[in-house]
């Protein structure tokens, strides 16, 4: 699974603006890239945290918290699902991806548990 970390323009919300249509135009090609390959199982894009809940598990009990949430850094934006023979492919593939932010930004990939 791989996430395109949050910044704080993607907390603010989507901008429809000429680099936020551009930016999306390059995703969609890298999408199309992946789905001919046959890597590309799933993508969206979330909502920013002001639209979300966490909910906190302690034992039995369990507390609501309201978005907007801190530490922006360690937020999820958006994700893809990607079907990948190891790390090194899914790498080489995020290396491709344009930049899906203003600024600066991170993709994590993370591996599915494997019961095997």
Same mark, same amino acid.
Not at 21 to 49: C, H, Q, S, W, Y
Not at 62 to 85: Q, Y
């Given at each position: 699974?791989?996430?395109?970390?949050?910044?704080?323009?993607? =907390? =603010?919300?989507?901008?429809?603006?000429?680099? @936020?249509?551009?930016?999306?135009?390059?995703?969609?090609?890298?999408?199309?890239?992946? !789905?001919?390959?046959?890597?590309? %199982?799933?993508?969206?894009?979330?909502?920013?945290?002001?639209?979300?809940? !966490?909910?906190?598990?302690?034992?039995?009990?369990?507390?609501?918290?309201?978005?907007?949430?801190?530490?922006?850094? =360690?937020?999820?934006?958006?994700?893809?699902?990607?079907?990948?023979?190891?790390?090194d492919e899914?790498?080489?593939?995020v290396k491709?991806?344009?930049?899906?932010?203003?600024?600066? @930004? =991170? %993709?994590? %990939?993370?591996?599915?548990?494997? !019961?095997?």
């Amino acid at each position: 699974m791989v996430f395109v970390k949050a910044t704080e323009d993607s =907390e =603010e919300g989507f901008v429809d603006d000429a680099w @936020s249509a551009e930016m999306m135009a390059a995703m969609g090609r890298f999408n199309d890239e992946l !789905r001919a390959a046959g890597v590309l %199982i799933m993508a969206d894009g979330l909502k920013p945290t002001s639209e979300a809940k !966490r909910v906190a598990f302690d034992g039995p009990g369990r507390t609501v918290i309201d978005g907007p949430f801190a530490e922006t850094r =360690e937020l999820v934006a958006g994700f893809w699902l990607w079907e990948v023979k190891d790390m090194d492919e899914a790498v080489a593939w995020v290396k491709r991806c344009p930049n899906p932010m203003r600024t600066a @930004s =991170e %993709i994590d %990939i993370r591996p599915l548990f494997d !019961r095997d």
